[in-house]
């Protein structure tokens, strides 16, 4: 394993080698078809070791890529749609245009945290959205117990532009000079904390503009430092999958498959989809600890400090942006907020005499 990874060692001819690999449908004998390199899935699976160990070789060593037909009643869709929709007019009459990780804000309609906010205005229908064998089945197969499941509702209007392609969650949402930062065994690690996921919430021809995929993408160790190039996202471009769904169908990908959502060329749907972020348990510290009581006490001593400031606040400071309020603290101006650590380094650098609330 490469200790730490360099633009170097990003190289597309490796790139195509891994993504042109074909999905061998008889290596999943529960998956009833193939369809563009990835694997389709009956809505209704036992929840067996066999099964959970297939769909881990699926994410893991094969496409990377499932979905499952008919996942999600069409009943309990519209009754979670309809809360979805009630939301999103409530932010609207708020005057609240939700920022987006990789498109303008306000382009589209998005909820963060749909997940308490479902649940909260509605306890019944989300009971009976998120009481679903398919989402058990294939989060146990990934993450084992303990998973935490995220919610972002995501409506791409007619006219909403396609998504760079990327990876995701952890290292998929930082610049190339962060990503760099991690050690190669790190860039292993992240794909198997998270879990990504799409429920479909209306019919979506491709004309609407379906997550486009990479298959197999992966499997590329070097992948969250070449997503980031010019001739990576030219290849996607000219190579990419784009599976149409129907309502309730889910599909669940390994984070680290190059993806991004596309255009949608369609003249009135509104293509509303739930993103589902689950994590792994185990992306917990063992104690907690007030870090914005610690970064208050310290940073009159840190203002005339001789020692190493950045020592301190690495000790002291979240240095990480999530979990964030991203209704509070919205991926405006990058892929994340600025975290805790980055504001304490700013107050110092501007002279603040205390840092804000």
Known sequence: ??????????????????????????????????????????????????????????????????????????????????????????????????????????????????????????????????????????????????????????????????????RDYHLGFMSQEQALGYPGHIHALSPVLTLQGAVAHVDMPVETGPTRYLPHSQKYPAGYIAYHRPEFTAYFEQNHVQLPLAKGDAAFFNPAVFHGAGTNRSTGVRRMANLLQVSSAFGRAMEKVDRTAMVEALYPVLRSYAGSVENVIAASAEGYPFPADLDRDQPVDGMSPQTQADLVREALAAGWSELPR
């Not at 060692?9 to 061998?24: G, I, Y």
């Not at 078809?33 to 389709?40: E, M, P, S, Y």
């Not at 496409?63 to 932010?91: C, E, L, W």
């Not at 939700?98 to 909820?111: E, I, L, Q, S, T």
Request: glycine content about 10%; some cysteine.
């Open 1 to 166: 394993m490469t200790t730490w990874f360099t633009a170097a060692d990003c190289d597309l001819e490796d790139f195509r080698a891994v993504c042109e690999q074909k999905t061998d449908l008889g290596s999943y004998p529960h998956a009833t078809g193939v369809a563009d390199n990835v694997l389709i899935y009956p809505g209704q699976l036992p929840n067996t070791r066999e099964v959970q160990a297939e769909l881990v070789r699926a994410l893991m060593d094969g496409p990377g890529v499932v979905v499952f037909t008919g996942a999600f009643g069409s009943d309990v869709v519209d009754r979670a749609s309809a809360v979805f929709h009630d939301i999103i007019a409530a932010q609207k009459a708020a005057g609240t245009a939700a920022g987006d990780h990789f498109a303008k804000p306000g382009a589209n309609d998005r909820v963060w945290g749909a997940l308490d906010k479902f649940a909260l205005r509605d306890p019944e229908a989300f009971a009976a959205y998120y009481d679903n064998d398919t989402l058990a089945l294939i989060c146990q197969a990934w993450l084992g117990r303990g998973y935490q499941v995220t919610s972002q509702v995501n409506v791409v209007n007619p006219g909403g532009t396609a998504q760079v392609a990327h």
